[in-house]
Each structure stands twice: as structure tokens, then as C-alpha cells.
């Protein structure tokens, strides 16, 4: 089992930065990925960003890419989520998750190929 713990989140002026961070704890070692997806009130869950576990392989939804970073310190088993120019549309319970399974060379941008699921962290961006 791993355990996964968000931080961070809160409320930011449109144009903001916020920085997200996760906390992996437990049986860490067979993880093969590390993501964020984020879910607004009355919408599904959509994917944001994800980084292989050892590896510096990158993926990013296009409504995200040029504003958000993930990064990762193995060392502190722990991922973030620079989020840049923040917009009133990023608004959302943004949610870490990582995998233990086989990735290919991209890491995946489904939510099905993801094991552990934190609790999740709002973020709230005011106009």
C-alpha cells in the first residue's frame, strides 16, 4: 500500500502561483509514475500532469502546458505541481496518484492506470 498526501492548495488571484506537493509514503519503492488530475464542481476528473519515477519523462495536458511544472525528490518521495498564471478555469480538488504497473516512455494520462489516490487539495482562483 502507499499512502499519498497533498499540500499546498488554497487561494490565489487570477495571474498567481501556487505550489503543490505530495507525499508518498508506504511501499514507495515499485512506483513507476507519479501524476496530478484535478476535479471542478460538476465535472469529471481530468487529467493535468504526470512524471516517470525514474525517469524525467514529462506529460501534460494541453490546457496546462507553459504554466504548470511537476517535479519530483526521490529522496523525499514527495511530487509538485508549479502551477504558473493561474486562471479562474483551474479551479479544482487537485488530486495526486501514482502507479506501480509497466509505463511505456510517456507517462499515462488515464486515471485507470493509476493505483493510490490521495485525498486531494483545492485549489480556488478568484477573477
Known amino acids: 500500500q502507499v499512502q499519498l498526501v497533498e499540500s499546498g492548495g488554497g487561494l490565489v488571484q487570477a495571474g498567481g502561483s501556487l505550489r503543490l506537493s505530495c507525499v508518498a509514503s508506504?511501499?514507495?519503492?515499485?512506483?513507476?509514475?507519479m501524476s496530478w488530475f484535478r476535479q471542478a464542481p460538476g465535472k469529471e476528473r481530468e487529467f493535468v500532469a504526470a512524471?516517470?519515477?525514474?525517469?524525467?519523462?514529462?506529460n501534460y495536458a494541453d490546457s496546462v502546458k507553459g504554466r504548470f511544472t511537476i517535479s519530483r525528490d526521490n529522496a523525499k518521495n514527495t511530487v509538485y505541481l508549479q502551477m504558473n498564471s493561474l486562471k479562474p478555469a483551474d479551479t479544482a480538488v487537485y488530486y495526486c496518484?501514482?502507479?506501480?504497473?509497466?509505463?511505456?516512455?510517456?507517462?499515462?494520462?488515464?486515471?485507470?492506470?493509476?493505483?493510490?489516490w490521495g485525498q486531494g487539495t483545492q485549489v480556488t482562483v478568484s477573477s
Open positions: 496518484a501514482s502507479s506501480t504497473r509497466p509505463n511505456g516512455y510517456t507517462p499515462p494520462p488515464t486515471s485507470t492506470s493509476y493505483d493510490y
Open positions: 508506504g511501499r514507495t519503492s515499485s512506483t513507476t509514475a
Open positions: 512524471m516517470r519515477w525514474n525517469a524525467w519523462t514529462t
